[in-house]
């Protein structure tokens, strides 16, 4: 538990190759089942305050309370990723905290001094933030608006993670979030 933020909730991990490492977290770690999306609809996308058009790949699955989150990007858009990768690492780069209350919690964070380096939108309702924390390998902080679809999406993950047999359907499509 974090005094500042709560419950780490999400671990970040960028990866050059996504399909492999699904395969490997799944069948040699165990973890999934992975609900992948060869293009995350982000929208309002920004970087250092400049608006760009991401092309990121994401595979989400559960390992008990935590959701671990595999990330390859496919453009060469500016982003905490890019930088990450640039900087010849790969692996854990940031840990994420949900939120129900952004706007006032994002105020809070902003007042203590952090400062936002990556930002954007994934539904409605699901706004997110990065902020320039990277003082270690692995521990830029995110901030993640879990109040709509997102969040039911988080909820359907989780709960896909507890019954999953190991085998069955390892890799599955993202729900559409207009759905939920």
């Not at 050059?16 to 999306?37: C, Q, R």
């Not at 058009?53 to 309370?65: E, I, Q, T, Y």
């Not at 129900?100 to 952090?114: C, I, M, V, W």
């Amino acid at each position: 538990m974090s005094r500042h933020f709560g419950e780490i909730r999400q671990l970040g991990y960028v990866v050059h190759d996504i399909e492999a490492a699904m395969e490997y977290w799944s069948k040699t770690l165990g973890v999934g089942p992975w609900f992948y999306n060869p293009r995350v609809p982000i929208e309002n996308y920004r970087y250092n305050g400049e608006a760009h058009v991401p092309h990121n790949s994401v595979a989400l699955a559960n390992s008990g309370f935590v959701q671990v989150e595999l990330i390859q990007t496919r453009n060469g858009v500016p982003s905490m990723y890019r930088d990450f990768l640039q900087a010849g690492r790969t692996g854990l780069q940031h840990v994420a905290y949900w939120t129900n209350s952004y706007d006032a919690d994002l105020e809070r964070l902003l007042r203590q001094g952090f400062k936002p380096v990556m930002s954007g939108e994934v539904g409605q309702n699901g706004r997110f933030v990065y902020f320039d924390t990277e003082y270690h390998p692995g521990t830029v902080i995110e901030l993640s608006e879990v109040a709509g679809p997102k969040g039911k999406m988080f909820d359907l993950i989780r709960a896909a993670s507890e019954s999953w047999d190991g085998v069955t359907d390892p890799v599955r499509p993202f729900p559409d979030l207009s759905q939920l």
